[in-house]
């Protein structure tokens, strides 16, 4: 289980950071050419941005530990805990991005936690 831990822990980091980055290169694509559209000029500044494209590649290489994951635990004991990335981000959103996190943020975050202690609470008994 420690093993499936570290994966899902280095998934979520690579998935989290990646997020992040997507979204400081899409704020700099859109500060340029407006919002993502099928504009070609807006498709190239897009994925010509090195945030987007290290967003990209941090994404699916969270992607490949969480076929790790799947790998080695039901699906519907393992997907629930990607649930945390929700609770995670915002801590970037806030401190990097400067996005507001208001109480009920804060209040569905904790709903999140007590469902991810609830299924592997509930796992573990099984």
Known sequence: MLLVLTLLITASALTVTGEVLLKIGMNEVTAKVGA?????QVLWTTFTDWRVLLGFGLVFGG??????VISRVDLSFAYPLLALNYVIILIPSRVLLNEPVTLM???G????????IVITWGSGKS
């Open 105 to 107: 943020r804060l209040v």
């Open 63 to 68: 992607a490949i530990f969480w076929l790790g």
């Open 109 to 116: 975050a904790l709903i999140i936690v007590i469902g991810v």
């Open 36 to 40: 993502f559209s099928l504009n070609p």
